[in-house]
């Protein structure tokens, strides 16, 4: 019999008999590691324990502790899902039904049957019974014909559009207890490992997300092997909803929508850009610490400048419509993307050796057509700002301004308090290589300047294949909050394809042309999503420095309102924001008023503070922190209020 080599994540290696299975390997390792293995990643791709492995392969064994171990277990959840609707619902006809960050989801047509939050106990108390039976999750490859027929032998339509775009002799059907359904898997070994089940809502979700089809019933749910982790996850979505950036955002009166300037057009109020225009200002400030300059784009850019980069035909489907002129055949888009502004500016005139590198960097607003079912608060937004910019260096400085990057990504983490961080290597999917644009070389010399710059920097790193943009690979910034919850900001990216499309050049020391790298980066990634974040890390309670008012200035009574007054303008004269509650309201009131806004300091004034030129000082969820005088406090925002260096 022929063996396999199979390589461990330690690096050591072990061979098995040819179509060895991960379960196999599993029990080879350990009895413990084989009781809680949920699926197998082979040469980076997660499969079911059960599937055979026929050639050399490095593999890993996730389990319920890994990412890839969660992606199976609510893959599998969701098929669970359905077998409960099935049962519950007859005639229930199924759209797609994937894992998602934090739990899944399935789209049905319950057709004339109703649905809604009441009816989720029911189905949950279904899902568990038959999670008990411990059926087991088995793979069949069948034929398309087979698939059409059995899916059309059900009338589910929606099976049958999705099996139509496959390819005969890559489909294949999953089976659980008395349910089938069209999946590539991967699949957990059986229904008995979900023990704790929660559907967490119901929405409307368009049949693949095109406004024009019918509206399906979205379930969401997530599912956990033990009940203990499903009860602290309850309590995490409850501190999740107080700190939710919309319901903050309108508090803290930062930001606004309306439907009259249009969907995922953000509006930014008074405080918000307050909050806004200070982390612009943080930035450029180390931007020019840098080495920097700074530039300015227009909104719109001629659609043939986003033929030549590759945004139109990659990006085309979700921009906005091109502009059309009075001159018949100009087209003009709203700007997807800062990166073709910047190459043109690089072209308008000569480059030397000498020159480089040239760091461009703007604060440019671009726009997406992203779907109305997934816009949400300042997350996924139509119009958002990146603190984007484009280095053009020569091939031997990429790794030096590629770490140079990453030092000002770190910095600006540190300064925000996001302390808990992985660095994603984004990688090219190396099976579907159409998606991107570029000769083999130049990707696989791209993707090893990215590791070897975050090695230097000993960072924590994990490699993904499929996730890189089309024109390169990127070093991402996976950055968890205080909630545990992971968001992708920060982001770096090395890129020999626009210099290509754009012809750029530069006279080497040689005196012949040459063509330079692109790095591209945006440390914040965009501004309404880093803010967004930032809300919900922080509950609100921003850094000190950041805070649009860190003050509130509270007179006792009326009759302190003129010294409250000098005190503000004190205040405002030292570069310290805030406002003067002069309002004939009780101190108490102007106090609990202060606290809801989440101000830091409040600054309460009355005849001793008037007499003696102080202040008391209260401290937002502290409490009173005595009396100084008002050149002490002045001492203490000098140093504690300043943006950091």
Same mark, same amino acid.
């Given at each position: 019999m022929s063996e396999v080599k199979i390589t461990l994540p330690d690096g050591s290696s072990r061979n098995y008999p040819s179509g060895v299975t991960g379960m196999a390997i599993a029990q080879s390792i350990s009895e413990g590691l084989a009781r809680n293995a949920l699926a197998i990643e082979v040469n980076g791709e997660i499969l079911d324990l059960s599937r055979p492995i026929q050639g050399d392969a490095a593999i890993r064994i996730f389990t319920w502790n890994d990412k890839g171990g969660k992606y199976a277990f609510w893959h599998s959840s969701a098929h669970l899902l359905a077998e409960a609707l099935e049962a519950l619902y007859p005639g229930v006809k199924f759209g797609i039904g994937p894992p998602i960050e934090n739990g899944f989801y399935y789209d049905v047509d319950l057709g004339e049957q109703t649905f809604g939050e009441d009816d989720l106990a029911r189905v949950e108390a279904k899902m568990l019974e038959l999670a008990r039976k411990n059926s087991v999750y088995t793979r069949q490859e069948v034929s398309k014909a087979e698939a059409l027929d059995f899916f059309g032998k059900k009338g589910d339509e929606y099976?049958?559009?999705?099996?139509?775009?496959?390819?005969?002799?890559?489909?294949? $059907?999953?089976?659980?207890? !008395? $349910? %089938?359904?069209?999946?590539?898997?991967?699949?957990? /070994?059986?229904?008995?490992?979900?023990?704790?089940?929660?559907?967490?809502?119901?929405?409307?979700?368009?049949?693949?997300?095109? +406004?024009? !089809? &019918?509206?399906? %019933?979205?379930?969401?749910?997530?599912?956990?092997?033990? *009940?203990?982790?499903?009860?602290?996850?309850?309590?995490?979505?409850? +501190?999740?909803?107080?700190?939710?950036?919309?319901?903050?955002? &309108?508090?803290?009166?930062?930001?606004?929508?309306?439907? !009259?300037?249009?969907?995922?057009?953000?509006?930014?109020?008074?405080?918000?850009?307050?909050?806004?225009?200070?982390?612009?200002?943080?930035?450029?400030?180390? *931007?020019?610490?840098?080495?920097?300059? /700074?530039?300015?784009?227009?909104?719109?850019?001629?659609?043939?400048?986003?033929? %030549?980069?590759?945004?139109?035909?990659?990006?085309?489907?979700?921009?906005?419509?091109?502009? *059309?002129?009075? !001159?018949?055949?100009?087209?003009f888009m709203l700007k997807p993307m800062n990166c073709p502004h910047h190459c043109e500016m690089y072209k308008v005139k000569p480059r030397s050796y000498r020159d480089l590198p040239i760091r461009f960097a703007e604060f440019g607003t671009v726009y997406r057509y992203e779907q109305s079912g997934e816009l949400h608060g300042l997350t996924r937004v139509r119009g958002f700002t990146q603190d984007d910019a484009h280095i053009f260096c020569r091939p031997d400085q990429v790794k030096e301004e590629f770490i140079k990057v990453i030092d000002l990504v770190l910095h600006v983490f540190n300064s925000l308090g996001f302390e808990n961080y992985t660095a994603q290597v984004s990688l090219r999917d190396p099976a579907n290589k159409e998606k991107y644009i570029g000769e083999d070389a130049l990707w696989d010399r791209a993707e090893r300047e990215i590791q070897e710059a975050a090695d230097e920097r000993g960072l924590k790193t994990v490699a993904v294949k499929g996730e890189a943009a089309f024109y390169g690979p990127k070093l991402d910034f996976m950055v968890k909050d205080a909630l545990g919850r992971s968001w992708q900001l920060g982001t770096i990216q090395v890129d020999y394809q626009l210099p290509q499309r754009f012809e750029l050049e530069y006279i080497g020391s040689d005196n012949q042309r040459h063509r330079p790298v692109m790095i591209h980066r945006a440390p914040f990634g965009s501004l309404e999503r880093f803010v967004a974040v930032l809300i919900e890390h922080c509950a609100g309670k921003f850094p000190l420095w950041l805070s649009p008012d860190q003050v509130a200035v509270l007179p006792i009574s009326e009759r302190f309102n003129d010294y409250a007054a000098q005190v503000i303008q004190e205040l405002k004269n030292q570069d310290i924001r805030g406002y003067l509650d002069d309002r004939n309201e009780k101190i108490g009131r102007k106090i609990r008023d202060a606290e809801v806004k989440k101000v830091p300091f409040m600054l309460i004034v009355g005849e001793k503070e008037a007499a003696e030129n102080r202040v008391s000082v209260r401290r937002h969820g502290i409490g009173d922190e005595g009396s100084v005088s008002l050149a002490e406090f002045m001492q203490l925002a000098a140093k504690d209020f300043a943006m950091p260096l």
């Open positions: 099976k049958l559009e999705l099996i139509q775009g496959l390819e005969d002799g890559s489909i294949s $059907f999953y089976h659980q207890g !008395n $349910f %089938t359904d069209l999946c590539r898997g991967p699949h957990i /070994p059986h229904t008995g490992f979900i023990k704790a089940v929660k559907l967490l809502n119901v929405a409307g979700a368009y049949w693949r997300g095109d +406004e024009k !089809n &019918k509206m399906l %019933t979205r379930i969401y749910g997530v599912t956990f092997p033990k *009940q203990k982790e499903l009860e602290e996850y309850l309590v995490m979505l409850e +501190e999740a909803k107080k700190r939710d950036h919309r319901k903050l955002g &309108k508090e803290l009166e930062l930001f606004a929508f309306s439907e !009259n300037v249009g969907m995922g057009l953000p509006l930014w109020l008074p405080k918000g850009t307050i909050l806004r225009e200070r982390l612009e200002q943080f930035m450029r400030k180390a *931007q020019i610490k840098a080495g920097y300059d /700074p530039v300015v784009s227009p909104h719109i850019g001629s659609k043939a400048l986003y033929v %030549t980069s590759g945004h139109w035909e990659k990006y085309g489907k979700d921009s906005f419509r091109p502009i *059309q002129t009075p !001159n018949e055949g100009e087209e």
